[in-house]
């Protein structure tokens, strides 16, 4: 890593960017920790990606986040990727070595199972099963993640029994494909239920499912942060569960990339929640 006493640069590299919080998130560390440096947005369109991931070690940045539609293709412009972002597919940070090396790393699925832990300090993710409703690629960094960290039982549920399958083949045990048809007994004695879509998103139709099923007990999981709280969510407590948005995930994906790039663990505070959440009046 480059020494501290020098100013470093990180930034997001996506298309589009502008919408990001982690601008937000970063240059409040690097300003509470006092630490030279800015967290800045790279708009990069598909067909620039090489030259772009080329330039941030040319250009001695400390790395980047990886956001869409990069999140796959830039697997095969570095020179190295971690295990688990190997069996995610898909890289959301990029880590400039002293060298000038690229090694990436997926920290989202991680950075979920965090929040969790943070919401529900008594839960482990073998702490019974877990249903996660879609199979895209949140959904996969979610179930790589607790199936490292020894999840037991992971029930799979998508519109298209496909994708929800291709998940089964490619992780094995204990990953299981359910059926759309058969989402609500999907909950059936679950410990955790998650969904991994967009539905209930700002300007999204709400997630179709019925909670009948779900245990009293279970804690429920939105990856979705604006709106603060989902229809689903909104179900959920009312029927009296605990419930966790996913502004926590985005949060704590944050803090081993921060880490990386300027050598300080950040911690998630009230005053950081507030800066993020000012932000989503205009989202």
């Known amino acids: 890593m480059q020494a501290q006493s020098t100013f470093g640069i990180a930034g997001l590299l996506g298309w589009p960017v502008a919408h990001s919080r982690s601008p937000v998130i970063h240059n409040h560390w690097l300003a509470r920790y006092g630490i030279l440096g800015r967290y800045v947005l790279f708009g990069v369109a598909p067909e620039s990606l090489a ?3 080329k330039g941030l070690s040319v250009l001695r940045l400390r790395g980047c986040n990886v956001t869409t539609p990069h ?15 190997k069996s995610i597919g898909a890289v959301n940070t990029i880590v400039v070595g002293d060298d000038g090396s690229l090694r990436g790393y997926n920290n989202d699925g991680n950075g979920f199972v965090q929040s969790v832990r943070d919401a529900q300090p008594s839960w482990r993710p073998d702490s019974g099963p877990i249903a996660i409703i879609g199979a895209g690629g949140a959904a996969r960094a979610v179930i790589a993640s607790l199936a490292a960290q020894g999840a037991g039982e992971i029930r799979v549920v998508n519109r298209t029994f496909e994708r929800a399958k291709a998940l089964q083949d490619a992780f094995g ?8 048809n058969d989402r609500e007994r999907a909950l059936d004695g679950v410990a955790l239920a998650v969904n991994a879509t ?3 998103m700002e ?3 709400a997630l179709d499912i019925a909670l009948t099923h779900l245990p009293a007990q279970a804690t429920v999981a939105d990856l979705v942060y604006v709106p603060r709280e989902t229809p689903f969510l909104q179900a959920a407590r009312v029927r009296g569960n605990a419930t966790l948005n996913g502004l926590g995930m985005l949060l704590n994906q944050a803090r081993p990339a921060f880490n990386a790039w300027f050598g300080v663990m950040p911690q998630i505070t009230p005053e950081l929640i507030r800066a993020v959440e000012a932000t989503f009046t205009s989202a």
């Open 71 to 85: 999140k796959q293709a830039v697997m095969a412009l570095l020179d190295d990727v971690d295990p688990l972002a």
């Open 51 to 53: 030259s772009a991931v």
């Open 198 to 200: 967009n539905q209930g």
């Open 173 to 180: 045990p204990p990953i299981a494909a359910v059926r759309w």
């Open 203 to 205: 300007g999204q139709p």
